[in-house]
């Protein structure tokens, strides 16, 4: 009962950062161009439903995070344009396996909020899997606007370690940061 309360109020820190995010985003271009703001709210809301929908075990489905990532991934291209590229490669028997709920998001969150990035240089973003592990992995080119507090990494971290008994792997060079998150095929 601790480690599941534990996790809902650690999840709960997370949904709020989430939504100021993406509200900030949609004041970004609700004045340049209505229209677009119109279509983002709608692609928001889908955003939201999806990202919301939280079994009390709080994992889900691999496909089910892809679906959540990839519907922040098309609010992104609203603001960023042809400044960011990504890939996703995961085969069809990994996608029911089970993850810790919002990990893709928030790694994929954090590329952006973190890094330097233009049309000239993209930020590339990929996502895949292997044994029992998903990879997330950006390019590297540190905002130094935007110094982290890591509180994302440590809230993923810890609700691995709550879900999973496994915590995150980080990996940096100069040009790539990766997360190592674990996952689960279902039982």
């Known amino acids: 009962m601790?480690?599941?309360?534990?996790?809902?109020?650690?999840l709960n820190h997370l949904q709020p950062h989430v939504l100021f995010n993406m509200l900030s985003t949609l004041k970004s271009i609700i004045n340049n161009n209505p229209k677009e703001a119109t279509d983002f709210t709608v692609k928001l809301s889908n955003f939201l439903r999806n990202s919301l929908q939280n079994d009390t075990s709080g994992l889900h489905s691999i496909q089910h995070e892809l679906s959540i990532v990839e519907d922040y991934l098309h609010l992104q291209k609203?603001?960023?344009?042809?400044?960011?590229?990504?890939?996703?490669?995961?085969?069809?028997?990994f996608l029911k396996y089970q993850i810790a709920s919002l990990s893709i998001q928030t790694l994929v969150e954090n590329a952006?909020?973190?890094?330097?990035?233009?049309?000239?240089?993209?930020?590339?973003?990929?996502?895949?899997?292997?044994?029992?592990?998903?990879?997330?992995?950006?390019?590297?080119?540190?905002?130094?606007?935007?110094?982290?507090?890591?509180?994302?990494?440590?809230?993923?971290?810890?609700?691995?370690?709550?879900?999973?008994?496994?915590?995150?792997?980080?990996?940096?060079?100069?040009?790539?940061?990766?997360?190592?998150?674990?996952?689960?095929?279902?039982?």
């Open 2 to 10: 601790q480690l599941e309360t534990q996790h809902r109020l650690l």
């Open 112 to 187: 952006f909020k973190h890094n330097l990035f233009s049309t000239y240089q993209p930020l590339q973003i990929s996502i895949s899997v292997a044994k029992e592990s998903l990879f997330v992995k950006n390019t590297y080119a540190p905002n130094d606007n935007e110094k982290g507090t890591g509180t994302g990494l440590i809230n993923l971290n810890e609700r691995s370690e709550i879900l999973m008994n496994k915590g995150i792997e980080l990996r940096k060079t100069d040009k790539h940061f990766e997360v190592i998150v674990p996952i689960k095929p279902i039982i």
């Open 78 to 93: 609203s603001r960023f344009g042809n400044s960011f590229v990504y890939m996703i490669d995961i085969p069809n028997n």
